[in-house]
């Protein structure tokens, strides 16, 4: 076993020391061969020595054309780096363009949806308004219709209450309310139709003969007209301090306006509230009429401006034609400053008013004629009269005139002319009859006195002013046109 193991070893060795030599052999050819190539080499160099000598000057020359060409490239590639350098900030420019076109865009679509969107909201709130709106106006409506229900069945009950109610004062016992609505209707110019549509022209004859004032007969006894001279006066009541007396207190006797013309007393009653003027000098009372006299009347401030005066009242009464109560033609006989005005036939209750030439008021149911003997100056003509020489008229009911707005004009003895302006159609104060006048008339001491036309003519004018408040038949605060006044004129200077 041990002779095997050497022999295969010493084979080993003799197989590897072959190898080495046949390596070596290789090797000393290789050797050889790479000594052989480097003659050859050398010999090449040698030729490419001259070769590169031609390649050096021709890599020169090379470089010198690759130089200039370089710089011509560097020159292009300037241009081309600032051509694209350009034109990329162009091209940014445009994006940026293109940006901001886009936001603006996206900015108009969004401000545009926000429109539309407030649009919508406005639209559904609109329609939610109209919808509320109609259903307020639904219950609004209903509310109403159940008001005009209410109140259509309010109006019938009192149209029944006031048709019942009516019908009782007309036609029922008691008389006192029908003969006022009568008489007060009928001395109106305009409105006698209130008496003629509820009551036959017997009915109304009946009425207007059991009230009337049966006048106190005769003419005006001038011979007790004497006026005060003297001062020293005993005053028999509060009413002839008011008149009289002066220096008095203003607010303790109700005065309303004192001068060394006039004073005006405040006056107050349940039924009527107006003012008393009161004036010393009778002389300086006089008649006027309107300067259109047929055509129309005038109003009161205006002839109390055209002539001058101080204080005025309305006169006489008219003629009404065709129910236009312009005013235009008096009644009667009118006087102005010794002038015959009119001289119109009259019938009714009353006559002439009229001053003489001594200052006295004179009343009387005269002609022209008479009135000349009498030395009327001034006049107008109307009535009824209340005092005649100190006597009252005898008044049947109320009288035949029923209730209104007044103005009467009277003297006392001692020829103080007291002018009387009362006002009326209000709910608590419809105004004043025939007893009224008489009363207040006597409280004051007129000696003779006479109820002048009433209604919305009743009116005071001081100064430019009219003091009292007239009110027509519509009820609107205003006077009308008159034909005839009674003035006071400023004193004269002698």
Do not use: C
């Not at 020829?415 to 004043?432: C, Q």
Request: aromatic share 6%; no cysteine.
């Amino acid at each position: 076993m041990a002779d095997k193991s050497v022999e295969k070893k010493e084979e080993k060795e003799t197989k590897n020391k072959g190898i080495t030599e046949q390596n070596e052999n290789t090797k000393t050819k290789i050797t050889k061969k790479t000594t052989a190539n480097a003659k050859n080499i050398n010999s090449t160099s040698k030729k490419k020595t001259t070769t590169n000598k031609k390649t050096i000057q021709n890599a020169k020359t090379k470089n010198k054309i690759e130089e200039s060409n370089t710089e011509i490239h560097e020159k292009i590639d300037k241009k081309e780096i600032n051509n694209i350098e350009n034109k990329q900030e162009e091209k940014n420019d445009a994006e940026i363009t293109r940006k901001i076109k886009e936001e603006e865009i996206r900015k108009r679509i969004e401000i545009a949806m926000n429109e539309q969107k407030i649009e919508a909201e406005k639209l559904a709130n609109k329609k939610e308004e109209e919808n509320s709106k109609q259903k307020e106006d639904k219950r609004k409506q209903k509310k109403h219709m159940k008001i005009w229900k209410k109140f259509l069945i309010a109006i019938t009950i009192l149209a029944i209450i006031g048709i019942s109610t009516v019908a009782f004062l007309f036609y029922g016992p008691y008389k006192g309310f029908r003969d006022w609505w009568i008489t007060t209707a009928m001395t109106t110019m305009r409105h006698q139709y209130l008496a003629t549509w509820f009551f036959s022209q017997d009915t109304i004859d009946e009425v207007l003969a059991k009230n009337r004032v049966e006048e106190v007969e005769g003419i005006t006894d001038t011979t007790l007209i004497k006026p005060v001279e003297d001062d020293d006066v005993i005053y028999e009541n509060k009413y002839e301090r008011q008149i009289l007396a002066k220096g008095i207190d203003p607010e303790e006797y109700d005065i309303y306006e004192d001068n060394e013309d006039y004073r005006i007393i405040n006056i107050q009653g349940k039924k009527y509230s107006g003012y008393l003027a009161v004036i010393y000098d009778p002389s300086r009372v006089k008649a006027v009429a309107s300067r259109k006299v047929g055509e129309s009347g005038q109003y009161l401030t205006t002839m109390v401006k055209e002539n001058d005066a101080i204080l005025g009242i309305n006169g006489g009464g008219f003629l009404d034609e065709g129910h236009n109560g312009n005013g235009s033609m008096p009644h009667g006989i009118t006087i102005s400053g010794g002038k015959v005005i009119t001289t119109n036939n009259y019938k009714g209750v009353g006559g002439l008013i009229g001053f003489d030439n001594k200052n006295r008021l004179i009343l009387g149911k005269m002609n022209l004629s008479q009135a000349k003997e009498m030395k009327i100056r001034d006049a107008v003509t109307w009535g009824p009269y209340l005092i005649m020489n100190g006597e009252t008229s005898k008044i049947l009911g109320n009288g035949g005139w029923g209730t209104a707005p007044r103005t009467a004009i009277g003297q006392r003895k001692d020829g103080v002319v007291l002018m009387l302006v009362l006002d009326g159609r209000r709910a608590t104060k419809p105004g004043a009859d025939m007893n009224d006048l008489i009363e207040i008339m006597q409280r004051y001491g007129a000696y003779n006195a006479v109820n002048l036309d009433g209604g919305t003519s009743s009116v005071m004018v001081v100064g430019d002013k009219i003091i009292n408040d007239p009110i027509d038949s519509t009820g609107a605060h205003r006077t009308r046109y008159i034909a005839t006044g009674f003035i006071v004129t400023k004193k004269s200077e002698k």
